[in-house]
């Protein structure tokens, strides 16, 4: 049993070595309560905010060791529109394909060791969310969100 844990342990020290250092990432959120399309209730837009912040998380992780992702949202609007159901604590997201795609309007920039590498504000959209294949599940609320916001770190942001 103790070779075992020994060599779990040599295992998991050689990995710690190997990984290299997590790209570090800040979001802020410019008064979320005035946002265009974040939801009705305080626990929906809390619930949006969290699965946003966690995925421009899983975004930073691609950048190289070293350098971090700051990100302000400066306002949402998510895919499709709201609409309050009178039997349910729950509203229902209406995805029409019309004039209701989702866009964000950010202030972002990637440092390093304290220098700006790059920076800008941009209102970030995507137009077409309904006529293309998205690799997220349906069952998550912010799929065409994240899709979007994973074109536009490919596009912008990404190490070429």
């Not at 604590?89 to 590498?117: E, F």
């Not at 309904?130 to 899709?147: I, P, V």
Request: glycine letters at 6%; hydrophobic letters at 40%; one cysteine or more.
């Amino acid at each position: 049993m103790k070779h075992v844990i020994r060599q779990i342990a040599c295992v998991a020290a050689a990995l710690a070595v190997a990984a290299p250092a997590a790209a570090g990432v800040n979001v802020t959120y410019q008064a979320p309560e005035q946002f265009a399309d974040l939801g009705h209730y305080e626990w929906q837009r809390q619930e949006v905010l969290r699965e946003l912040s966690d995925h421009f998380k899983k975004l930073a992780a691609q950048l190289p060791p070293g350098q971090t992702l700051n990100v302000e949202v400066l306002d949402i609007d998510l895919a499709g529109r709201q609409r309050p159901v009178r039997w349910s604590i729950y509203d229902i997201r209406v995805i029409n394909g019309g004039a209701d795609w989702p866009h964000m309007k950010l202030r972002y920039s990637i440092t390093q060791d304290g220098q700006v590498l790059k920076s800008g504000e941009e209102v970030v959209q995507n137009m077409m969310y309904t006529n293309r294949l998205n690799r997220y599940f349906t069952g998550d609320t912010l799929r065409y969100e994240k899709q979007m916001l994973d074109d536009w770190f490919k596009e912008k942001l990404a190490v070429r």
